[in-house]
């Protein structure tokens, strides 16, 4: 849907003369003439109004009774009264109305100090009941799920909450039951309410009737405070607030409406995860191996050793940089590493290198899609990710584009994900046929269409002066070429063939792209991983040329990374190859594979930053390997996990995102602040402020010294071209896109984008033998640190699932629910079945980084094949 | 006396009328064969909008008006038959459609060809099992004939015709809901706009046509006798005839069509025999359990025709008359029917949903002997605060009926409220003191 146009209209409201857009809801435009009208059940955020609480009621010119404002469009010459006797005697009535059965128990109530029902009350309601009957009344409170309690006396059937679950997150759990004033919320049989988005109920509800189990009881609003900040809990990056009490203690995690991030939602795992910061099993002091186990030391003691050991290793050592780490963390290690140390060994990513050309050229402003971008396209291709368990919030980002804007989806993937069921068209490959598929669609676009299609009107021209240099041909769409026709439709079958799919799947998925205007495209990081992850990327780039995105506003591409801050830590400079702004690094070094090979060869000593590589990274038996080997290894870590306990020389405690203070950078180029909102527990420290002095110690002081974190942002603007003069202010609030500020010019040049015709050829997909399968992996939301140590997630805490087809089911003799081993080369794991209708027979789909289990162990970086078969009972 | 059962109801006692051979032979389906094969659909709209045919389900709205907002051309459109006929003291549906189902699908059909609709959806009230039966039987054989179905008539038009059961609920009756409940929806009124006619606003999103039974089964007579005839019985504003359904203290209740602007005593005592000997018309609620009512006084004599009764502050609606004489005591009458509501209100707004259930409640003290002297003006109030502040109708139609009986019957409800506190208290002095209970007199306490 194109981005509506807003008409400004003039309206009056009490006596005002007021501007608006033209049919914005009237209570909204009302606030432009400081006129607040109630309301409970309007929240524009879970769609069309619904008209259900009369809260709103208001006098409109011309009108012989009074109207809803939620539902009310305004109108130029509009005339409105929200103060007549005739309004105060309505909404007097509503609150009467709502008070009756409502048991008025605030002093008990988590709500009470920020209830709407409460300020509502008091601001529009009569002041004192006149009922006198019995009130209602239902067993209170009630597990809704293990997260949240549901009081249904509290509740005022306000639909918010059955609204977001049906409209927003649809999940379609939460509804309605019996009718009338026997009116209440509960679930189809009363099974709880488990889902993704399942505590965004919380924020919603206008009363204290879903609390969270994790506030509940723990504070009022008046003895704690609020403090915004960005969760790096995944890379959405969504806007948060924490509520904080006496700045030591997280209490909560509520949503901050961002618009341009999260529209106002959060995932569980966003809400819930905070948990983790006060886990006792968090690491809060520097560690120190000594006589092979690990012991508490002084803050000195630890920096000296660990300037120590690297010093030794000077150049042989490498470091793996965590997707949580900030871009002032990333560059403090990454000027350690190449200015202190000598080494150009670090890398931010688990699964590959990447080219530096193809860096640059992803980083290209003209190639960025923003995330309201998904709201107004016409399209959008989602490339080897499940959003929900990627970056969740884009997946409901997806669903309200479909929804409220009929955006069209298609999907390229090898693993049948949450959005199968509204997508348009699917094409479904090998779990490593990404690169062919994506081929196959950018040859197909440029296929005769078999009806002639005049060029979409919608494709408004980009800014002349802001579409690339490189040299793009002129070549129009909708112009077919005639020339090598026949060969074009032979590429691609051959290539859909290569991705293990269909070419009518490709060219249906072709015509929807075809017909429509400005198309985001969602990738996953996996496409751009192992050996063929620059010709993944080549064919991303491809497909990006093949729908014009560079000359197409409101098109782009979306990275969909495995790490919350990839980006930011790649435009930060940590990537093998590439220094801070993408430019290229004095010295090519080498990415996490190769680094794993080499340790104990030529490299020596191996810096950890929020990584773990025996849990995120491929080739879990390598890494074992390599940390054995590995002569001194320094950890900052906030758990003890495996690497740490075996294998951590020196151990600094790492921060919690509630205590850091820095700045992210979102997949569309956002950066955003991550503000420090509690004291450091323990003897935690900054991490940029030990990174800084480990620099000072090995080669690499500053000058002036980093004093502050914001020091550190300073440099990084000044060595980042596109990022010159970017002030901590300018990040305030909501962020900021690079590419929109006046530096992105200095954003360094890529070549032109590829033409389909000139990929290479991609592999034929691997032949699984006697009954082996293809192994693909993917990523639970839930399969990570805060569900283990946030005590009130640990219920969702993943096992090993083994999905497979219900052909190779029946084959292996696997039924859903079975535990299963799969294997290969000696490595095994375990999980229990799944069969699903939807997975391509001779695929088998696992979960990475589970706490046990892991599909990494099985991991070597290449396609493979597994060996599945199924455990039987001891 | 007054004649009855010109039109519609007039073959009403044929046997077999409900079959397809008797209802041809009758001259059923005429219409349909005039308005597919002599009218375009424009010319039939004209038709039903110049006989300012008004709706019967209750809001009076002039179907041809209705029938001109669904747009035509490359929409979908459809034909909705609002037979949920569900509010107290309303059976006329069900009696057409057991007895004479072709003449509302003929009617269904001409509507449908004037709004070139897709399909037709009868939305039968759930407990309607019987009459359901019929009609699916009776849509079958209008298929067989090719009345519906594909190249109707050897016109080249195409319509599906499908008989849905409701799930039972009065409010699936309100169209709104009743879209929501056809689309296997909890029966929840949807905001408007959008309306049903309007795109986005009707069945699966297309534009649709609602309208009640009876409405529907006027059509084949304007369309078989043209709008002057149609218009010969009837009032300037009222136009045709109306099927009443009679209810309450009357000697003979029962469905009598007659025209419009006959008085309520003829409908009454002329029709439906009045109460039994020796009581008079205490009250009598004109358009079913939702209208307000009036008195034996003020109403009897009025005009029954949309007009005369919503200028006397009541209104047709629906058209059921429910009768209650001077030997009905009224709160329990007004409590039964705000427990009705109570009961079939979907929940969804706050001022239907607590309103109905505070006063049932009130009312329920008013009855029992518990009532304090402000509930009265409490009660009263609680009706204007429900009034106009709803999402739907149904809020209101509690509040207009519960509201008027108070206002004009306010010292029966004291004087009902004040007997039963006495009767409590004797009860209660009986229990515990027998002795002062003989004694010849106590005063009040
Ligand atoms: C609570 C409520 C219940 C209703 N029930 C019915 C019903 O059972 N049958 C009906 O025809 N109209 C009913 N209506 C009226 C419909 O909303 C609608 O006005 C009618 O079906 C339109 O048809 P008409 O124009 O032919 O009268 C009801 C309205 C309300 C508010
Ligand atoms: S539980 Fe809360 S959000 Fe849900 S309907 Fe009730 S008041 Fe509204
Ligand atoms: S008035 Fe009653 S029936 Fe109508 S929407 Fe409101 S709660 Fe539902
Ligand atoms: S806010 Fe308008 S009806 Fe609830």
């Known amino acids: 849907m194109p981005r509506p146009e807003q008409n400004f209209i003039s309206f009056e409201i009490d006596g005002r003369e007021v501007r608006a857009p033209e049919g914005m809801s009237l209570v909204d435009a009302a606030k432009n003439g400081d006129v607040e009208i109630p309301v409970f059940c309007y929240e524009p955020k879970l769609g069309q109004a619904v008209g259900a609480c009369r809260m709103c009621l208001v006098e409109i010119e011309g009108s012989p009774q009074l109207e809803i404002a939620c539902k009310t469009p305004v109108e130029d010459g509009m005339v409105v009264v929200t103060t007549s006797d005739s309004v105060k005697q309505a909404q007097n009535a509503i609150v009467e109305f709502l008070l009756i059965n409502h048991p008025l128990d605030c002093p008990v109530c988590d709500k009470g100090g920020e209830c709407p029902l409460q300020d509502i009350t008091f601001g529009w309601g009569p002041g004192r009941s006149r009922f006198i009957e019995p009130k209602r009344h239902f067993e209170k409170p009630l597990e809704l799920s293990p997260l949240i309690a549901i009081d249904r006396e509290r509740c005022i059937l306000c639909y918010r909450c059955v609204r977001f679950s049906g409209e927003v997150a649809e999940d379609y759990q939460l509804v309605f039951l019996e009718r009338a004033d026997s009116t209440y919320v509960g679930t189809h049989q009363g099974h709880p309410y488990v889902a993704p988005f399942s505590g965004n109920i919380i924020d919603l509800c206008p009363v204290g009737a879903l609390t969270s189990n994790a506030y509940r009881f723990r504070a009022r609003p008046w003895d704690v405070e609020n403090g915004g900040s960005v969760c790096t809990l995944c890379p959405s990056q969504c806007n948060v607030t924490f509520t904080v009490r006496d700045d030591a203690k997280v209490l909560r995690v509520f949503a901050r409406d961002n618009a341009k991030v999260d529209d106002g939602w959060l995932c569980d795992r966003g809400r819930f995860g905070f948990q983790a910061v006060h886990a006792p099993e968090r690491i809060t002091r520097p560690m120190l191996r000594e006589g092979g186990a690990l012991h508490e030391v002084s803050w000195e003691r630890a920096l000296s050793e660990a300037a120590g050991g690297l010093e030794r290793a000077g150049a042989g050592t490498a470091a793996l940089v965590g997707g949580e780490t900030t871009n002032e963390e990333g560059f403090l290690l990454q000027r350690l590493m190449r200015e202190g140390l000598g080494s150009p060994h670090l890398d931010s990513r688990p699964g590959g290198a990447l080219d530096p050309e193809q860096a640059r050229a992803l980083g290209r402003p003209e190639l960025a899609a923003m995330v309201p971008d998904i709201d107004y396209a016409d399209a959008v291709v989602v490339v080897d990710t499940d959003l929900q368990d990627e970056s969740p919030i884009l997946d409901l980002r997806v669903r309200k584009a479909i929804r409220r804007f009929a955006v069209k989806v298609v999907l390229v993937g090898g693993r049948p994900g949450a959005l199968d069921p509204p997508a348009d068209a699917i094409v479904r490959t090998t779990p490593d046929g990404g690169e062919a598929a994506l081929g196959a669609l950018a040859a197909a676009l440029a296929e005769v269409e078999p009806v002639s299609v005049p060029p979409s009107d919608r494709r408004v021209p980009r800014d002349p002066a802001q579409t690339p240099t490189g040299g793009l041909d002129e070549r129009q769409h909708g112009e077919p070429e005639r020339q090598g026709e026949s060969a074009g439709r032979e590429r691609v079958d051959d290539l859909a063939r290569r991705a293990g799919t269909s070419a009518e799947a490709v060219r249906n998925a072709a015509a929807a792209l075809r017909a429509a205007g400005p198309t985001v495209v969602l990738w996953g990081e996996r496409l751009s991983d192992g050996p063929r992850g620059r010709q993944g990327v080549a064919a991303l780039l491809a497909l990006a040329r093949a729908l014009e995105i560079p000359e197409t506003e409101g098109s782009g591409l979306i990275e969909i990374p495995s790490g919350t801050n990839a980006r930011g830590l790649r435009e930060a400079g940590c990537l093998p190859g590439l220094g801070p702004g993408l430019l290229d690094a004095p010295q090519a070094g080498r990415p996490a594979a190769e680094i794993a090979a080499g340790l104990g060869e030529d490299l020596s000593a191996l810096v950890l930053l929020n990584a773990d590589p025996l849990r995120t990274h491929p080739d879990r038996a390598g890494w074992k390997r390599a940390l054995e080997a590995t002569t001194f290894v320094v950890a900052f870590a906030d758990f003890e996990s495996e690497t740490v306990a075996e294998h951590a020389d020196v151990v600094f405690p790492a921060e919690s995102y509630a205590e850091r203070e820095g700045t992210v950078t979102h997949a569309d180029g956002r950066l955003q602040r991550v503000r420090q909102s509690i004291a450091h527990p323990g003897e935690v420290r900054p991490v940029w402020s030990v990174l800084a002095e480990l620099g000072a110690r090995l080669g690499a002081p500053a000058d002036p010294p980093f004093l502050t974190s914001p020091m550190v942002t300073r440099a990084i603007t000044e060595a980042v071209p596109f990022l010159a003069g970017l002030t901590l202010e300018e990040l305030s609030g909501k962020g900021k896109r690079w590419q929109e500020r006046d530096a992105a010019e200095a954003a360094p040049e890529a070549p032109s984008l590829p033409q389909a015709d000139e990929l290479e050829e991609p592999p034929e997909p691997v032949a699984p033998s006697n009954g082996d399968l293809r192994l693909g992996t993917t990523r639970s939301l839930w399969a990570g640190r805060e569900t283990e140590h946030a005590p009130i997630l640990r219920f969702l805490a993943p096992h090993q699932r083994v999905e497979l087809s219900p052909q190779d089911g029946r084959a292996l003799g696997v039924e859903s629910g079975d535990e299963v081993e799969v294997s290969r080369n000696g490595s095994s794991v375990r999980g229990i079945a799944a069969l699903r209708d939807a997975l391509p027979p001779r695929s088998v789909y696992l979960i990475e980084g589970t706490a046990q289990d892991s599909a990494t162990e099985l991991l070597d970086g290449e396609s493979t094949t597994v060996t599945v078969r199924r455990v039987e009972a001891e | ?445």
């Open chain 2, 1 to 445: 006396m007054t004649e009855t059962n010109l039109r519609l109801l007039k073959d009403i006692d044929e046997p077999g009328l409900h079959t397809i051979d008797v209802y041809e032979r009758r001259g059923g389906y005429s219409a349909l064969r005039r308005a597919v094969t002599e009218l375009e659909p424009d010319e039939v709209l004209e038709q039903i909008s110049e006989a300012e045919l008004l709706g019967r389900g209750g809001a009076a709205f002039a179907m041809g008006m209705k029938a001109g907002f669904v747009p035509k051309g490359d929409t979908d459109n459809y034909m909705l038959v609002n037979a949920d006929e569900s509010e107290p003291g309303a059976f006329k549906d069900r009696v057409l459609m057991q007895k004479t189902p072709h003449l509302l699908i003929e009617g269904c059909l001409i509507a449908a060809r004037a709004i070139d609709a897709v399909q037709a959806i009868i939305y039968i009230r759930g407990e309607y099992e019987h009459q359901a039966d019929i009609l699916e039987r009776a849509v079958a054989e209008a298929y067989e004939r090719g009345y519906v179905g594909k190249d109707i008539l050897g016109t080249g038009w195409d319509l599906e015709f499908v008989v849905h059961r409701g799930a039972g609920a009065y409010i699936a009756g309100e169209e709104m809901a009743l879209l929501d409940s056809l689309e296997g929806k909890r029966a929840h009124p949807r905001m408007k706009p959008p309306y049903p006619a309007n795109v986005g606003g009707g069945v699966y999103q297309g534009p649709t046509l609602v309208n009640n039974v009876e409405t529907l089964c006027n059509v084949p007579y304007i369309i078989n006798f043209g709008v002057e005839e149609y218009r010969k019985l009837g009032t300037e504003q009222s136009t045709g005839t109306k099927v009443v359904s009679v209810s309450g203290n009357v000697r003979r209740p029962g469905n009598y069509e007659v025209p419009m602007g006959v008085t309520c005593r003829e409908i009454i005592y002329g029709l439906a025999g009045g109460p039994p000997e020796g009581r008079e018309v205490k009250c009598f609620l004109p358009g079913g359990s939702s209208s307000p009512a009036l008195t034996g006084d003020e109403g009897l004599d009025l005009r029954f025709d949309f007009e005369t009764l919503e200028a006397a502050g009541s209104m047709l609606g629906s058209g059921s008359v429910i009768v209650v004489d001077d030997s009905q005591p009224l709160v329990p009458f007004a409590l039964r029917l705000a427990e009705f509501y109570r009961h079939e209100s979907c929940g969804k707004c706050v001022p239907c949903r607590e309103g109905t259930n505070w006063t049932v409640k009130m009312l329920e003290r008013i009855d029992s002997g518990e009532a304090t002297p402000m509930d009265f003006e409490l009660l009263a109030q609680v009706q204007t605060n429900i009034i106009g502040n709803c999402l739907c109708l149904l809020g209101d139609s509690m509040a207009m009926a519960v509201g008027s009986m108070l206002e004009k019957f306010r010292d029966e409800f004291e004087r009902h409220a004040e007997e039963a506190r006495a009767r409590n208290e004797a009860a209660l002095v009986e229990q515990s003191a027998p002795e002062l209970a003989a004694a010849p007199s106590i005063g009040p306490m």
